[in-house]
């Protein structure tokens, strides 16, 4: 049997003496939906889409859009919390008040507030304390859902992460740098007299002294202007080349060294690229096991 707290959907008023004839319905309020022992009202949808659209900067936009789009989208998306909810209920894992204190306090630790900062904060976009922390109670229980049914089905591929790296950078993982010395100069007389000395013989070290050569270290593509950087791809270790003439002026270069390797900027990254393909999978396998409970759980749907 359905518990149907705090909700009256008829109120029957007596107007005079009592009698089918003398009594009058009032509709206050409306069930949009069932879920096992919970009715939801249009009261309730209407406070839910509200908490939801002030939260509007944590949401991606496609999200955001795809759910405001229309009551019926906005209602499966309260469904779908007060079906996380019911499961950490019903599994006696609901977060207590101690830990949602304290994740409020970390939360507003981490942007430099206390508690009573975030909730003058809160108040100013809308949305109050009491429903920051239902936020965090469902927010905690997706992470314990990760960890208890869904942890195992997720896995992430290095070819997964390299290919959401080549389309995020547009950078290649697999990369050749050439550590190089640069000797600039400006004018075209210069360029050609460094040039004479190269082919007498003069050690490049010298040179490096005279012109004040500079050590860019490793480089590869897109660290150098493009007529510079394919004067240097062909070379070998040892080699020199020049006078390149570019927008800088002419430059000549010696190749010290060759290395092959995983681009420095994808291994800074890969931590961060593979906790977006975890939560993109996570967010489906999500969705997947909120079917599954929608078809084990009573749930009926009135708009």
């Not at 089918?20 to 009032?26: A, D, M, N, W, Y």
């Not at 019911?86 to 207590?96: A, E, F, R, T, W």
């Not at 108040?123 to 109050?128: D, F, I």
């Not at 075209?188 to 004479?196: C, G, L, M, T």
């Amino acid at each position: 049997m359905l518990k149907m707290n705090r909700l009256m959907i008829i109120i029957t008023l007596a107007v005079g003496i009592t009698g089918p004839l003398c009594s009058k319905e009032v509709l206050v309020d409306r069930i949009v939906a069932v879920v096992n022992e919970d009715a939801l009202t249009r009261s309730d949808l209407k406070d839910f889409e509200k908490a939801y659209k002030n939260k509007k900067i944590k949401i991606s936009p496609d999200e955001f859009e795809k759910v405001t789009s229309s009551d019926k989208n906005m209602l499966d998306k309260m469904i779908a919390d007060k079906l996380i909810y019911q499961y950490l209920k019903d599994n006696d894992i609901l977060s207590s008040k101690d830990e949602i204190d304290e994740m409020v306090r970390r939360r507003a630790s981490s942007i430099g507030m206390s508690a009573i900062d975030l909730d003058r904060q809160l108040k100013l976009t809308g949305q109050t304390m009491d429903e920051f922390r239902e936020e965090m109670q469902i927010e905690q229980g997706k992470a314990k859902i990760f960890e208890r049914e869904l942890k195992t089905k997720i896995t992430v591929l290095d070819s997964e992460c390299e290919a959401l790296f080549k389309k995020e950078f547009k950078q290649d993982v697999d990369v050749v740098e050439y550590k190089v010395q640069h000797i600039l100069v400006k004018t075209k007389d210069k360029a050609n007299e460094i040039q004479k000395k190269i082919k007498s013989g003069v050690p490049f070290n010298d040179l490096a002294n005279t012109y004040h050569a500079v050590d860019l270290g490793f480089v590869k593509s897109g660290d150098m202007i493009p007529e510079l950087f394919s004067a240097i791809q062909n070379m070998s270790p040892g080699d020199l080349k020049g006078p390149i003439q570019s927008k800088l002026g002419y430059s000549i270069f010696k190749l010290d060294e060759l290395r092959s390797g995983k681009n420095q900027e994808y291994l800074k990254n890969r931590e961060q690229l593979e906790r977006v393909l975890i939560d993109k999978q996570f967010q489906r396998q999500l969705s997947m096991w909120l079917d599954e409970r929608k078809e084990d759980s009573y749930v009926r749907v009135y708009i």
